[in-house]
């Protein structure tokens, strides 16, 4: 899996920033920690959910991933059985499709033969737009795959478990504007922040039943399949390791190892927790606040125009 390394840089303090990571292929948990254990990951095609099934892999894990993209998780799948030799299958999804989730879970679970012991939601949809542009296709297609579909897939997991009386573990990846609001994206933050507060409600939920539901938050971790729009605002705004407070970005697999400690038997009586993985870069502030910008100047967007539609025809 290719790799995004830091810059050698220092702040303006002279100061080298937060030490980088273990190597590549380094594990703070034991070796087969999830030996026999089945991990279903959403997204787990490309980028950050294909960086979390790794994890799960070098450990022990056997791996379902689920995606939209036939092509991509074909890719994914040889490229994830390389990493350990452990077994990998795939289902093409739409997770806004209940039906479909549960059909696809009975596959993994019939080529495996066993059903998933963890789920990670790493599925997600956003793109940048101010809130005044955003038409009610896009709200509905972000908040609908990435809230309802985490719900539907969620909901197919916990079933299954419950009525087994089986022990089981979701991580849900969310984001850090789920507390503090995200401007640009209004229709990702809302989704964001109902998927925080649905991971601690059915924390407690499932509790008794011996499912543990947490979250987990990546910060900025670029790598070879972001989205072009993110590429581009990095690339536009230049030397994004100096603009958070680590001096450096993070590695996709320091994603890969909190998923995998959420998900362990060292992590049994965390639940309901949202764990951050960012540097700290989410609770920055400055002393003297910077000038505001508004969204659509930071987007290159002119000003706003509307023309009413004409309803004096209306029926």
Not at 26 to 42: I, N
Not at 125 to 153: H, K, M, Q
Request: aromatic content about 6%; overall charge neutral; charged content about 20%.
């Amino acid at each position: 899996m290719e790799e995004t390394r830091d810059a050698p840089h220092e702040g303006s303090t002279g100061t080298p920033g937060l030490p980088a990571p273990p190597p590549l292929g380094a594990s703070a948990l034991p070796a087969g920690t999830f030996e026999g254990r089945v991990v279903l990951v959403t997204g787990g095609g490309s980028g950050l959910g294909k960086a979390i099934g790794a994890e799960f892999a070098r450990l022990g894990a056997d791996l379902a991933i689920l995606g939209r993209t036939a092509g991509r998780l074909a890719a994914a799948r040889e490229e994830l059985a390389a990493v350990a030799g452990t077994r990998v299958v795939t289902g093409v999804c739409d997770i806004r499709d209940p039906e479909r989730i549960a059909g696809v879970m009975d596959a993994c679970e019939a080529a495996l033969g066993a059903r998933p012991d963890v789920l990670v939601n790493c599925a997600a949809a956003n793109f940048p737009v101010p809130a005044e542009e955003l038409s009610p296709n896009g709200w509905r297609a972000v908040v609908d795959i990435t809230l309802s579909g985490t719900w539907f897939t969620t909901r197919e997991f916990a079933r299954r478990h419950l009525a087994a009386g089986t022990p089981g573990s979701v991580v849900n990846v969310g984001a850090s504007y789920a507390w503090t609001g995200g401007p640009g994206y209004a229709h990702s933050a809302a989704a964001k922040a109902g998927v925080k507060n649905l991971t601690e409600t059915l924390a407690v939920e499932w509790g008794p039943y011996g499912i543990q539901v947490n979250g987990l938050v990546p910060g900025l971790m670029p790598h070879e399949e972001m989205a072009p729009a993110v590429r581009a605002s990095l690339d536009r705004a230049g030397h994004p390791e100096l603009r958070q407070p680590a001096l450096r970005v993070g590695q996709p697999r320091e994603l890969g190892w909190a998923a995998t400690f959420l998900a362990s038997p060292y992590a049994r009586f965390v639940s309901g927790h949202t764990l951050v993985v960012d540097g700290a870069n989410w609770q920055r502030r400055s002393l003297v606040n910077e000038p505001v910008v508004p969204v659509r100047a930071q987007l290159g967007r002119g000003p706003f125009t509307w023309e009413a539609p004409d309803r004096a025809h209306e029926g």
